[in-house]
Every structure is written in structure tokens, then in C-alpha cells.
């Protein structure tokens, strides 16, 4: 009797450890996932009645205004021959000098500055020759920004004059919001350009213009992230957004409320994590050389500086400063659909006049459509993480431990007896 009981005990202690043994393990594996703090996603569809109206940027491919140039400088051109009349009759039949630069000069365009935008470039006037809004009218109120410069390749080739609507990268001011489109498509504004296309600069360059639509928040260079527009063309570029909520450190996400800290900076500063990144580049470049390179698109008015002038002092700040630019912890993607028609085609009873073959015309249209919000929430919750714990500890040490131990000795007799019998 004294060593069932004995046996009895040891089965219960055993047993009892190993129980707690198991909950002790499950308990830490469940809390060494939660301090990871992972989260889920979630879907949420909206049907908002109005959002943030994009920024534009526009660039004329052109560059330079040919007339200008000849007017400010005379001895760098020259009078065009006939074989280049010939070969390109919109330097000469349409203009009132046939002037043209002397081919050494073409290569200013790769070194365009924006004092020689200013001086000799198309001024924003001669580009954007009119701007509607059948929504709203205090978007003609807010004046285009620039001029400022961008490239068609980061080494700082092919430059270009730019203009900038709607944008506010590095600006007091909030966005623009613009109303939703109803039932019938309504453009949230139509600008019409003239792209000049007498006083081309390079004899063959194709005149258009370079335009990307893009957050407001954000600096842009069209040629990387825009369309290319030729005149006598209308373009309908309808716009729909999708959202992204992040959340913040200790959470895995690990983003930047960059809304919070410009506030905090009296609303100065970048928005989002691009524009951060761009503003670590351009402090750099200001600290060592005290210019700017072609590809920042932190807004500035700097002097452009060579790639050669990237020292180690300069990357060692940019790489510092980069890595603390988080992601952003909302985030808004523009989703753009663009329809390319002639001009020509939306005249339905008169005959095109000339000018619609010179002209550009572009209509803004905030589509009416669902916005998707992916929101990223914490997968456990203090008070779920709370049941859990009670969960295992019911698993693990909710059993009888008085049965466990009565029925561990009938096994035990059972077994113990077949031995006995198997051996008699």
C-alpha cells in the first residue's frame, strides 16, 4: 500500500512538471512573437467625395527659345542656308528671322541653368497659354512655381525648363483638395500649352512637353515618371488614389508620422520619404560644395553641381541622414489612366482651325471610384494577448491532476499484472 501510494506521488509530481513545463515553454514562445509586434492587414473601401488634388509638373522639351537666344546673343548664330530651310521649314517659314545658332552652341542644353531659363528658356506664360475648372474655381487662383530644372538623364544631359502646380513639397500650405467627379466626368481643370514649335532650338529635336502628375507633397522630374505630349493632341488623364496605413515603432512596419514631425518643424520640411531622402541629398551637397545635383528634387535654388564633387565626407552625411527616413506611416498612391485622342477628333462640325494642330490640351478628371485603404493594425491586442496566457494556462494546468494520477496507477497495475501473468 505504502508503494502504490509512493508510485501515486511520483506520477502526480511528474506529471505536474511537466505540465508547467510546457506552459512555462508555449507562454514564451507566444510572448517572444507578440514583443515582435507583428501586425495584419486590413482592407477598408471608401467612396470618399473628395481628395487631395495632385501636383503637376511640366517641362518644355524644347528648352530653349531660339529667338531669344539669337536676340541676346547675335554673334552665336547665323543666318540659315537654304539646305536647312529645306530640311526643316519650320525654322524659316514661320518666323520673322530666319536666325538660327551656330551648331557649337547646341551643347547649352546639356548646361541650362535656371538664370538661363529666366533669361532665354519659355517663360510659363508662353507655355501654359490657359487654364479652366468647370469644379472649382480657386485652382486658377494658385500660380504656377518655377522655373527650376530637370534632365533627361541623371548625368545632367538633355535639360529643360519646368513649372510646378498644385505642389507643395516645401510649403506652409496644405493640399489642395478636389472634388469627385459625379455621374458624368466633369475635368477638374484643362490646361492648353503652346509648345512654340518655330522657335526650336536644335534643328530635328521633337517639340512637346513632358508632364507627370504625381502627390502633392513630393518634387517630380516628368521625363522618369511622366508622359511625353506632342502637340495637336488632347490628353484626359483620369486620376484614382489608393491609401496605405502604417504603423509606427515598436510595430514591424517602423514608420515616420512625417505630417506630425513637419508641424513640430513649423511646417516646414519634407512630407514623405522620398522628399526626406531628397532633402538628406541636397544638405549634404550644400554643406561640402554649397550646390545642389541635377537629380534633387528638394525644392532649392542652388547652383547645380557636378557628380564628380561626391567626396566621402558627402556620402558618409547623405547615408547617415537617409537611414533615418521611414517609411511614411500614411501613404497615398495616384493611379493614372491616360487617354491620347487628336485634337481634331472632338471638332465635330467646323474645321480645325490651325492652332489645334499646335496646341496641347491636357483635362485633369478625378474619377469617381472606390479608394482602397490597406490599414495595418497590431495582431494581437493587449486584452487578446491576455487570453491567450489564460488559454494555455486552461490547457495545461486545467486538468484533474487527481485523475491524471488514477488513471497513471490503474495503468500502471494493469500493465504490472500482465507482466506478472505473462510470466506465471
Not at 314 to 342: I, P, S
Request: glycine share 4%; aromatic share 12%; hydrophobic share 35%.
Amino acid at each position: 500500500m505504502v508503494t502504490t501510494k509512493i508510485h501515486t506521488e511520483s506520477v502526480q509530481d511528474l506529471f505536474l512538471t511537466f505540465c508547467f513545463t510546457g506552459f512555462f515553454y508555449q507562454s514564451f514562445t507566444f510572448l517572444s512573437h507578440i514583443f515582435q509586434y507583428p501586425t495584419i492587414v486590413d482592407i477598408r473601401i471608401e467612396n470618399p467625395q473628395q481628395i487631395e488634388m495632385p501636383a503637376l509638373t511640366f517641362c518644355d522639351n524644347n528648352g530653349v527659345n531660339r529667338k531669344k537666344f539669337c536676340s541676346k546673343f547675335p554673334d552665336r548664330c547665323m543666318e540659315a542656308d537654304p539646305d536647312l530651310c529645306f530640311k526643316y521649314p519650320s525654322y524659316c517659314e514661320f518666323n520673322a528671322t530666319t536666325m538660327v545658332p551656330q551648331p557649337e552652341y547646341y551643347s547649352l542644353i546639356n548646361e541650362l541653368t535656371v538664370e538661363n531659363v529666366s533669361e532665354f528658356g519659355h517663360s510659363v506664360e508662353e507655355l501654359l497659354i490657359n487654364r479652366e475648372s468647370l469644379l472649382q474655381n480657386n485652382l486658377l487662383d494658385i500660380q504656377p512655381e518655377g522655373p527650376f530644372v530637370r534632365a533627361k538623364h541623371f548625368t545632367g544631359k538633355g535639360r529643360m525648363g519646368c513649372y510646378s502646380l498644385y505642389s507643395v513639397a516645401d510649403s506652409p500650405q496644405g493640399a489642395e483638395m478636389q472634388q469627385i467627379s459625379g455621374l458624368i466626368e466633369v475635368p477638374a481643370v484643362i490646361l492648353t500649352f503652346d509648345v512654340n514649335e518655330e522657335e526650336e532650338f536644335i534643328p530635328g529635336r521633337k517639340t512637346g512637353m513632358y508632364l507627370s502628375v504625381h502627390s502633392p507633397y513630393m518634387g517630380n522630374n516628368p521625363t522618369e515618371k511622366g508622359i511625353f505630349m506632342e502637340p495637336g493632341k488632347t490628353y484626359r488623364i483620369y486620376v484614382n488614389t489608393d491609401r496605405e496605413m502604417l504603423l509606427p515603432y515598436p510595430y514591424e512596419t517602423d514608420c515616420l508620422n512625417y505630417t506630425a514631425l513637419w508641424e513640430s518643424r513649423n511646417r516646414t520640411g519634407p512630407r514623405i520619404q522620398e522628399m526626406c531622402k531628397h532633402k538628406c541629398l541636397l544638405d549634404a551637397t550644400a554643406k561640402y560644395d554649397n550646390c545642389s545635383f541635377i537629380f534633387t528634387l528638394f525644392p532649392n535654388d542652388l547652383e547645380i553641381c557636378d557628380l564628380e564633387k561626391a567626396s566621402d565626407d558627402f556620402l558618409e552625411d547623405y547615408n547617415t541622414c537617409k537611414d533615418l527616413c521611414k517609411d511614411d506611416c500614411a501613404k497615398t498612391k495616384y493611379n493614372l489612366n491616360v487617354q491620347e485622342r487628336f485634337t481634331r477628333d472632338f471638332i465635330f462640325d467646323d474645321q480645325p482651325s490651325e492652332n489645334q494642330t499646335k496646341l496641347i490640351k491636357v483635362e485633369i478628371i478625378i474619377e469617381k471610384s472606390e479608394v482602397i485603404t490597406f490599414l495595418h493594425r497590431p495582431q494581437y491586442l493587449s486584452v487578446e494577448a491576455f487570453s491567450y496566457i489564460g488559454g494555455f494556462i486552461g490547457v495545461w494546468l486545467g486538468i484533474s491532476l487527481v485523475e491524471v494520477a488514477d488513471f497513471a496507477d490503474s495503468m500502471f497495475r494493469i500493465i504490472r499484472y500482465a507482466f506478472k501473468k505473462k510470466d506465471t
